[in-house]
């Protein structure tokens, strides 16, 4: 060998030499690095480690996942018998509804969507012994076992485990999943997005590229070999609430969140428990954890911390009388909407009384179907009124609140009270705008509303067509109130002769003619201003008993039918459910009439000659007006009776009371005296005219 040859021999030497000392030291460190992260945590599974399952003698940390050389199928250098079960998956019609791809089930390769996850679960799904390893210091296992302490009779993850997951997968955060910020859900108004962030790049949280796609698996919010609660990749969060929902955050981009009054709401829980597991007691520092649970939630899906409505009404809390949320809490005030609810109130939306039904996006597909078996808003098969039904918890604020804590109703109205934006409570709900059809029609087509403008978009979601399915507006549903069910969105029609202001002012209800509202006498503060120029809200007739004392506002429950509210809350029956209303003196000035609220009607002068003149013969209210007082194809609520010669014909029962309540045969408003040539009778004071006149309402 040349001299030349010898002296590149002694180079390669000494370069390979530096480069394995290199190597090992930084294998050295990595080890060091790694030991350090999981030796103190509940990985650890050797003979030395913390928690309460571990080996009984063996010493090595990471033999129990990896091993340097002959790995098994997973990555990275996989040494844990892999589990065979098959895995129920998350799913949600939501993500159906919405097109996107719901995984049936885990990969079983390196590489595909859920093998990952799979890995993890080869532990925490129960059906693996946990000692169940390829190769131990060189040695193949086979059907041998690592001694361990802490666990089942076979080996596995005991079910009581705090980190046994099993393979019911529906209450776990879905893995295996693709991530697609792309996907979009068309409203016939308003665009909803996934509300995911389109390229996340926080260190709280990892994707996986798989075949050019991303995807979440247990790993995306987990690194097994940190040493912080839970294994979080995130480490920035002062408190374990704060770590979770950075996690979330990472990802979900939940709009009009910030602001909302979940995300600001500075009440704590009076539950000492929820400070001691999320290092926090504070409705806005708990943020997703106030009504969600990464796993083991008992809602399904969406990882609800309760079922349904108890989500709301107990929040993080234990119990539903030690929480800062919607439930029975004796140190609530003005939230305790549990409290007003059926069976707790007599009257009042199923919320508590039916479950099973509401289906997120159930206003895109009233009768359910999509996909096959989903619920919907028919009353048929899917009646329900879910908390999510009427509020968004992701955007509900309590800025403006429409009514004042010393009112049941706004202290000012104008042309755009009925909007949402006028009750933070309703913001971002899904509604129904009806296409309008002729007078007393109802209405069979309407645009979905990816967040209502106005409340009655909200009720109309179930008290029109959309959910009754009635073609002549009466139904065949009877309420706890007695009351056979009728089509608000026929009775509210701009098109009718009158109705109530809560579609449209009533200047602008296109089938009245003048004058269309009443007289400054008529009405009562504050609707003596801005006569005509109105709108209302289904809420400001109906809510719960006493919401000028603190009960919570809005139509959820009441001990009173109809869930009529105010002052006077008896309609069209006195308080002993029988006696009906007269036009008297003593009945026209009785605070209990629910129609006083708004109209004095009588206060020592008659505000009305037609009031005045039937006093005489001790009408009932209900021998002129309907019912059902929402609108009417006559001005002024005026029913007609079973004997007109009327070319529209009578009105039916409920507007007609018990069917036989009504007496008048013909109507003509009037912006002066009523006479005879404006109402035909027939009532026990004798009937005029004999014949129809094509002058009366029709």
Wanted: glycine fraction near 10%; hydrophobic fraction near 30%; charged fraction near 10%.
């Amino acid at each position: 060998m040349s001299l030349r040859g010898t002296t590149a021999t002694k180079q390669s030497q000494k370069t390979k030499n530096i480069f394995l000392i290199l190597l090992a030291i930084f294998t050295f460190t990595f080890s060091c690095l790694s030991y350090a992260g999981i030796a103190n945590t509940k990985h650890n599974m050797s003979v030395t480690g913390p928690g309460g399952i571990k080996a009984t003698t063996e010493t090595e940390i990471c033999v129990f996942c990896h091993i340097p050389h002959n790995a098994q199928p997973g990555r990275p250098l996989w040494n844990h018998d892999m589990p065979g079960a098959s895995y129920t998956m998350y799913t949600s019609e939501y993500l159906h509804r919405a097109g996107y791809t719901v995984p049936t089930g885990l990969g079983t390769t390196t590489g595909t969507p859920g093998m990952l996850s799979r890995q993890c679960l080869s532990c925490h799904d129960g059906t693996v012994a946990v000692g169940a390893v390829y190769m131990v210091r060189g040695t193949i296992l086979g059907t041998s076992l690592i001694a361990m302490s802490g666990v089942a009779a076979g080996g596995e993850i005991p079910t009581t485990a705090p980190g046994y997951i099993g393979t019911d997968l529906r209450a776990h955060h879905p893995v295996g999943i693709e991530y697609n910020p792309a996907i979009t859900i068309a409203f016939g108004s308003g665009l909803r997005t996934i509300e995911l962030i389109t390229n996340p790049t926080s260190t709280a949280m990892k994707l996986y590229s798989i075949s050019a796609k991303n995807y979440v698996e247990c790993s995306s919010c987990h690194d097994p070999h940190l040493e912080n609660t839970k294994f979080l990749r995130d480490t920035s969060g002062a408190t374990f609430a704060a770590k979770i929902s950075n996690t979330c955050t990472a990802c979900h981009n939940k709009t009009g969140w910030s602001g909302s009054v979940h995300q600001t709401n500075g009440t704590a829980y009076s539950d000492a428990s929820v400070s001691t597991t999320f290092g926090t007691g504070v409705i806005s520092s708990l943020v997703c954890m106030n009504c969600h649970r990464t796993h083991k939630g008992l809602g399904t899906p969406y990882l609800l911390r309760q079922a349904e409505e108890t989500t709301c009404f107990q929040g993080a809390s234990s119990l539903v009388n030690e929480t800062a949320c919607h439930g029975s809490s004796s140190t609530a005030t003005t939230n305790r909407i549990q409290s007003v609810l059926p069976p707790n109130k007599t009257y009042g939306h199923p919320t508590t009384t039916i479950s099973g039904i509401h289906t997120d996006l159930d206003v895109l597909y009233p009768l359910g179907g999509t996909p096959a078996g989903s619920k919907g808003l028919d009353w048929a098969t899917s009646k329900h009124a879910e908390c999510v039904d009427c509020h968004n918890p992701h955007k509900a604020n309590n800025t403006p609140a429409r009514v004042g804590t010393a009112a049941w109703y706004p202290t000012t109205v104008d042309n755009t009270s009925n909007q949402t934006a006028k009750s933070g409570a309703l913001t971002g709900v899904t509604g129904v705008e009806p296409t309008w059809p002729a007078i007393w029609t109802v209405p069979t087509t309407f645009t979905t509303q990816e967040s209502s403008t106005y409340e009655y978009q909200i009720c109309f979601k179930c008290h029109s067509y959309g959910a009754l399915r009635d073609g002549d507006g009466i139904t065949t549903y009877t309420t706890a109130s007695g009351a056979t069910v009728t089509d608000q969105a026929m009775e509210f029609n701009p098109n009718n002769y009158s109705a109530h202001p809560v579609v449209v002012t009533l200047n602008n209800q296109t089938g009245s003619y003048a004058p269309k509202p009443l007289t400054t006498s008529q009405m009562s503060s504050p609707w003596a201003t801005n006569l005509g120029n109105q709108t209302m809200y289904c809420s400001d007739c109906h809510g719960t008993d006493n919401e000028a004392s603190g009960d919570p506002k809005g139509p959820h429950g009441s001990s009173y039918k109809y869930l009529l509210k105010g002052t006077g809350k008896y309609w069209p029956t006195k308080s002993d459910g029988t006696t009906l209303w007269t036009l008297n003196t003593t009945d026209a000035s009785n605070t209990a009439l629910f129609c006083k609220n708004c109209h004095p009607i009588y206060d020592g002068s008659w505000k009305n000659s037609a009031h005045s003149g039937m006093a005489w013969y001790g009408a009932k209210c209900v021998n002129c007006h309907m019912a059902v007082p929402h609108g009417g194809k006559r001005s002024r609520l005026i029913g007609y009776s079973s004997d007109t010669t009327a070319p529209n014909g009578p009105d039916p029962a409920p507007y007609n009371y018990n069917g036989n309540s009504l007496k008048i045969r013909g109507f003509k408003k009037t912006s002066g005296y009523y006479g005879t040539s404006n109402c035909a009778v027939s009532c026990g004071g004798g009937s005029h005219p004999s014949s129809w006149s094509s002058t009366y309402d029709p």
